[in-house]
Every structure is written in structure tokens, then in C-alpha cells.
């Protein structure tokens, strides 16, 4: 395979030069501050009425919607500071013996230090920190998004421990689809999610068969962007999840906490942290493990072959070299390794029992195939420096770095014939894939007055390499050799069209792909053209550079009762496919005040950027020979253009209601318009998935989160949404996903309506708290589930009365639920012995499939059946009253009542998948 790279003109590296010279060169001044990327600096001082500084003064800030609360004290100058504090808007309050308590609301959306100024009066002081009006609950900010801070998410109970930020967002969030695996589908998309750590961008994939996530562990709060995204976020913007990690700085008395768990299915988890520093440096360090029976979400309710385990270590060092220069560097390394879960038929080789061909459970060298023995391991570091330099009061440079690497294995079974998986797997496959994203941002803030401005630029290297080694294991895919009857001849000793008495050539066997037919033993014919003389795996091999620059602008303006966000981007990606765009980024939003009510509507141009897992396969892939034969087994090959990014016009309006100061309401309409959108496929018959690119498509929706502070100990959020998710054809790039049906369909991630409760209790006078979550799905847009009439894939013998559903495993059948009357399918049995069930009898407990007629692939598509998800945790934080060191415990139910339920069936991107059965953990932490 040819290397294919492209090099950003010098005009362009000129032009990228001179803006960050432009930007250094504003790099003068003398004030102090110590930010992340996505975090401000809150700082001040306690008076008396006299001017005296007032020493040990206690102040705290709290936003009572996200949960975040911090406390400090003032020193001897009655001086005081907060370092790492997520932008977001505060309610701050003083307190102090004998004097009236203070309260002042304050607004952190810059990385330039918030200056308060407490002037307390002599008085009885109160001692509870508490929402005064509803206008605390409120944000004026025209983009809608979600703030969850760590005091929430450390209490609640979430279904996925290798990918815990996945199962948070899908809970908390609202327009979050939930899929298997740590996938999540935000606002109709196909993880068109990013990620802003301390303000790196990470905008590849984040789910756990593709890479490792930073630890829940490391998090110390999370902003979730519905809305149009700011003019600073590109790429994939549907989710923007912009992170504050956990820092040391400030923390003058060492703390941290040392936790373990022991659950179902064998799982074990240990961690430890700790945070120390002092007024000018801080470190912040985390370590976990996990090892557990049941690491990915497997084709079964019943476990097999699901063993997997992940280790993470995660560092933050901030330093402060002078009160106008502060350094951070952010580290971190994470190693999962994980088998791939096996169906039925993979567990006990059903395909050479019969199922496929009845050779006695022996492959076509007369050993036992045994049991699919599929494998991955990923490694995932990650390096991020940054430098923070104050200008003045008013202005602030910074200035970062990032390497960040996934490295990717896919190991096949070690006899290729256990990788045969009827109609699903007929190709045994291996992967070294590396994906190492490099690169350099920068930014100028300057507030004045109304103004919040910032002006940015990151420029990033992706360096793609990929290696696949495939083998076809289907004896009767390419068979040369047909009987009597039209059968495959699946004898292994025929390896070319020289068929013998009684025999017919095969006028469909494609002689290339004979010379990677391991099924055939024998030596191929001298005029094969084969690279050897015997059948062998097929390498491939592909490398690309993505480079990208990206310039923007935006103003976030602030006048009387209205707030806009005014922006503009500019992106340019040369990779396989280049191109560029401008891009405007405007919102409004209105604060009625006499109603507590918060008007907003906001427009977003975005550029969409492909894909970068397995990019090269997807783009060349159909210019290769032994790929575009290879796919032709399964579906056609799509050779066009290689994938190129996208654009698109999305349009939001909502609207924010606080009802008194213990009640708000956040709801949002969205409509996006993207030509040239993004899906995944697969690879022939195997598990490797990549991107392809479809005409155009349109995701209306809505989606609302109402939140109940803390009262009395009680809080509460409710979040809901449902987003449509149509596509249109053709597909205009990848190898490919042809649908069957209309031209319009709804993609596999579509979902009418989702939705998550969560209560938590604290109980009084120290006692155990108590979290609970319900989650409800109406299920997603299944696979190729057999029906009939309409558009429906009805099977060889179906008709409009009559279905067929031969095309499935009997374990298949089983693992949709799928009855004819009153016999239900088993993983060895049919519903019927031909396969043929009456439509009047047929149906589905897993499964809503249309009636007879109905079924309509944009309007009325086979989904997942509705299910309800319980979860419940219960905990104590301080067993033993002690105030330095302090023993904890929690039991975790995932699951409560042992739903069986699907994520997906026959999904073209990942398969069959179950939710988690009930699960029961119970952890110990110590903290100090």
C-alpha cells in the first residue's frame, strides 16, 4: 500500500508562524494567577469596617446546580485564594464570629483572576452557606450545556468502570443516546464527541474498543456543551465535554484517599490519590486498576470469554514560576487489555458443526477448532504541558503542548478457524494500528467592561499507521467448486476452477481471493498469481499525515439584560482530502429577571473532520484489489473520493426557568443540517470497524434537564431528550454499508426517547447517604431483524405474509428474542424447522418489529425494545466520625432488577450487544 501524505503549503506555515509570534509578542506584565485551559482563579480579601484585614475568615463558593463548593480561609492579610475553579457562575459568602455574614455572586468565565472584596459589619454571623434567590440557579450563557461537579458524580452509582466519564455524560446529560461498550451518541450522531482536557483538544474516539479515557478518578468537574458550540471548539463538536482536572496547588496539608472493590463477576479495583503542594506549586497524582470477568458489553446475557483488565496512572504538576508565569504539565498512561465477548456459536465453534459446514467441529486441517479466542490491548500516554503568563489586570497569554498516542492490537484466535462466526465473521483479521496526535495551541483573553474576548490558533500533526493481517475462514464464501445441487464444495484439497467428475466451477469464485482462502490446504495452481504457493493472510498496510490549523475569534458581550456570543473559525485540514472553512458562531440570550426566565438562541456553522480510526483502510481500501474482493463477499465496495471533512448549519433555541431557589428547568430545540455525514462500518465480515461518509443528513430534537438542589439533604435531576437521527444516501465515501430499503433511513444510533432520574439522600447527623438512578431507553434503531412486507428484509422464502428468518443462527434467533407462537428460539433450536414462521405468529421479546406492512426505514424501522434500568448505591463517607482520617464504604447495584435487555442487535457498526446483568459491588476507601 502506497504512503500517502500531504504538507501544508509555506504560505500557510508562514501565516501560522506569524500568529504566534503576534501573540508572544503581547507577553509583558506582573500579576499572579495559576489556570487550566477550562479554569479561572478566584481571589480576594476579608475587611472589617475599620479596612483591617480579618484573619481566619471563612469563605466558600458553590454553584448549587453543578454541586461544586470550596472553602478557604484568609491569612494574616485577611487574604485568600481559590486555584482551578471551572468556569461557571459562583455564589460566594464570608463568614466570621461577630460579624454580619457577606454574600456576593461572581461569574468564572476567564482564565484571568476574579478579584472579591468582602467588607464584613459587625454582627451575628450565620454559619450555612445557602441559596439566597432564584437567580442563583440561573446562567445567562447563550450556549446550553450541562455542569456536573465531583461532589455529584462520586455518588453516583455508573453502569461502566473501564469508561467511567462515558456512563457519566450518558446519565447526567441530556440528547446522550447510550450504546454498548462506553459509546455514547450525543445529539444523533455517531460519537461526534469531543473532548477538552484542561483545554487539550481530543476529539478521537473515546469508547473502550477504540482507546482509554482519562480515569473518572482524575476529574474534578465537567461541562457538557448541547448547544452551538463556541467559536475555541472544532472538529467534533455535536458533545463538547470540556474537563477541570483534579489539582494539588494551594493544598498545603497533604490529602487524598486509598480505595478498593470486590463485585460480580470476579471484579476488583484498587486506587490511590493524593494532592499536596503549596501557595506556588501543587501536584496532583492518581492511580487505579481494574481487573473484572465481564469488561465489554458481550452478544449474550450469559458471559463468555469477557475477561479483561486496565491499569491507569494519571499525574498533574502546576508550578508558579513568578506572580505572572505559572506552569502545568499533565501526564498520563493507561493499559487495557480485553478479550472479545463470544456469542454461542463462537463459544463452542457451532459453524463447523453444521451450521456452516458439517465437518465434526474439525477446521479444514482435520484439528478441533475450539473456542473464538479474540483479543485487543490498547496503551494510550498522553503529555501535556502548558505556560500561563498574566499581561495585566485585564489580559492573559497562554501557550501549550500535546502528544497524545493510542496503540492498538487486535489479536485473532490462535487457530484462525475458531474466528468463523456464522453470518457474522467469515474472515479471521489481526491489527497494529498507532494513532498519535501532536500539537500546539495558544490564546489571548482580555476582559474589559462588557467584553470577554479571546482569540486563539492550535495547530495539530495526526500521524495514522495502520496494519491488518486477514484471512478468509469461510470455506463456502469463495468455494471454486459448486455439486450437483448449486452447493459449495468445501473440500479443502480444491484450491482452483479444476473441479473434477460431478462437479461445476463456481462462476462467482474470485481467484485472488483464493490466495488467502486458508480453508483450502492444498497447493495452489502455478497460474494462480499467488504470492506463495500455499494460501496465506493478506497484509495491509497504510499510513497517512492529518494536519490541521485552526484560527478563531469570540466575544463574550455582556449588555444590561442580554448576553451574546459572537464568534468566528477558521479550520484548514490537508489529509487524504483537503479543504476549509469559515465558520460563524453567534448566540443570544435575554435574562428576564421579574420571572426568573433565561431566553437564548444561538446558530453555529461547524466543519466536520473525518474520522482518524482506520482512515487509510477506509479511504483506499476499495483502490486495493484483495480489500475491494474481500468486501464484495459481504457488500459492494464504494470506491470514491477518500473521506474528507463535512460541514454543517445547526440552529438552537431554549430557554432556562428557576422556580424559587430550589427548582430549574434547562430545555433546548436543536436542528442540524451536515452534508457529508459520518457513520461506521465494517470490514468485510470481521470485527474492524471504520469510518464512511453518507450524502447529507438531518437531526432535529429537544432535550431537557430539570435540577433539584440540595434541600435538606435531598437532591434530584431529571434529564430527557429525543433526537431523530436521518440519513440519506448515497454514500459518497468508505468501503462499504449499503442499507437495504429507501434512500432515507434512520442510522442505528436514532432513539425517539431517553431519559434519566437520579435522588440522593444524605441522611442527617452523619449517617449513610443513599443514590439512586433510573434510566429509561425507547431503544435504538436495530439491525437486520426479518419481517414482513414493506421494506423489510423478509429472507429467501418471506413474502408479505410469511417470514423467513434462515439468514439467522438458531443462537441469533435467541439472541433477539424472536418466537413463532408459542416456540420461542434457543441457541441450538429455530422458531421453526424451515426457518418460515406466519407474520400472524411472529415476533420478538427483545424486539419491536414493525407489523405486517408497516416497516418503513425512516419512518417506522425495526428498534430495540423499551427498557428500564435501575441502578442504587448506598455508602457511608465517614464511618467512624473521625476528622483527620476517615474510613468509608459503599454498596453499588448496578441493574437492580436484572433487566435482560439489548443496546443494539446486529448493529453494521458493532454487532449484538446485552446490557449489563445485575451487578453487586462493595468498596472501602481510607481518606486524609
Known sequence: MPTKSWVITAAMNNKCFACLVLLIGCASGSYAQSTSGNSGTVRGSVLDPSGAAVKGASVQIQNPVSHYIQSAQSDAEGKFAFHNIPFNNYHSIAVMSGFLTTEQDIDVRSAIPLELKFSLKIGDSKTVLMVTEAGDLLETDPTAHTDIDRALFDKLPLESQSSSISSLVTLASPGVAADSNGLFHGLGDHASNSFSIDGQPISDQQSKVFSNQIPIDSVQSAEVIEGAPPAEYGDKTSLVIVVTTRSGLGVTRPHGEITSSYGTFGSTTGGANLAYGGQRWGNFISLSGLNTGRFLDGPEFQVFHDHGNQQNVFDRFDYKLSDADSLSLNLGFTRSWFQNPNSYDAQNATAWTGLVVDNGGLGPDGKPVGSQDQKSKIRTFNIAPSWTHLINARSVFTLAGFVRQDQYNYYPSNNPFADLTPALQDQTIGQDRRLTNAGVRTSYSYVNGKHNIKVGATYQHTFLTEKDNIGLVDPTANAPCLDGDGNPVTDPSITGPGCGSGLQQNPNFIPLLGCYDLTRTGQLPASSGCPGSTAGLYRFYGHADIKELALYFQDALTIGNWTMNLGLRYDKYNGLN???????????????????????????????????????????????????????????????????????????????????????????????????????????????????????????????????????????????????????????????????????????????????????????????????????????????????????????????????????????????????????????????????????????????????????????????????????????????????????????????????????????????????????????????
Open 578 to 928: 483537503n479543504a476549509s472553512q469559515v465558520q460563524p458562531r453567534l448566540g443570544i440570550a435575554y435574562h428576564l429577571k421579574p420571572t426568573n426566565t433565561v431566553l437564548r438562541a444561538s446558530y453555529a456553522r461547524t466543519f466536520e473532520t473525518p474520522f482518524n480510526e482506520n482512515l487509510v483502510l477506509a479511504s483506499n481500501g476499495c483502490n486495493d484489489p484483495v480489500i475491494n474482493a474481500l468486501e464484495s463477499t459481504s457488500s459492494p465496495c464504494v470506491a470514491n473520493s477518500p473521506l474528507g471533512p463535512g460541514w454543517r448549519n445547526e440552529f438552537h433555541v431554549g430557554l432556562q426557568q428557576a422556580f424559587g431557589r430550589y427548582f430549574v428547568v434547562d430545555a433546548e430545540y436543536i436542528w442540524k443540517y451536515t452534508h457529508r455525514a459520518y457513520d461506521f462500518s465494517v470490514l468485510g465480515s470481521t470485527p474492524l470497524t471504520f469510518p464512511v461518509e453518507w450524502n447529507n443528513s438531518k437531526i432535529p430534537g429537544y432535550a431537557v434537564r430539570a435540577s433539584a438542589p440540595n434541600f435538606h439533604g435531598l437532591s434530584a435531576f431529571v434529564v430527557f431528550s429525543g433526537v431523530a437521527a436521518r440519513f440519506f444516501t448515497p454514500q459518497v465515501a468508505g468501503i462499504g454499508a449499503v442499507p437495504g430499503g429507501s434512500s432515507v433511513f434512520r442510522i442505528d444510533h436514532d432513539e425517539k426517547f431517553n431519559s434519566t432520574t437520579h435522588l440522593q439522600y444524605q441522611m442527617p447527623k452523619r449517617l449513610p447517604w443513599v443514590s439512586f438512578n433510573w434510566r429509561y431507553d425507547s431503544g435504538l434503531v436495530a439491525g437486520a431483524v426479518p419481517c414482513a412486507g414493506g421494506n423489510c428484509p423478509n429472507g429467501p422464502g418471506g413474502s408479505d405474509t410469511v417470514v423467513d428468518v434462515s439468514g439467522l443462527t438458531p443462537n441469533q434467533q435467541a439472541q433477539a428474542g424472536l418466537f413463532c407462537g408459542s416456540v420461542r428460539a434457543t441457541p441450538t433450536t429455530s422458531i421453526s424447522p424451515t426457518g418460515l414462521c406466519p407474520a400472524s405468529a411472529y415476533g420478538s421479546t427483545l424486539v419491536t418489529i414493525p407489523a405486517p406492512g408497516t416497516e418503513n426505514d425512516d419512518h417506522n424501522p425495526s428498534r430495540i425494545a423499551p427498557r428500564h434500568l435501575f441502578d442504587l448505591a448506598v455508602g457511608h463517607d465517614n464511618i467512624f466520625g473521625k476528622d483527620k482520617y476517615k474510613i468509608s464504604a459503599r454498596l453499588t447495584v448496578i441493574n437492580l432488577t436484572n433487566e435482560t435487555a439489548l443496546y443494539n442487535f446486529l448493529s453494521t457498526f458493532s454487532g449484538t450487544h446485552y446490557v449489563t446483568p445485575r451487578t453487586v459491588s462493595v468498596s472501602l476507601g481510607l481518606h486524609f
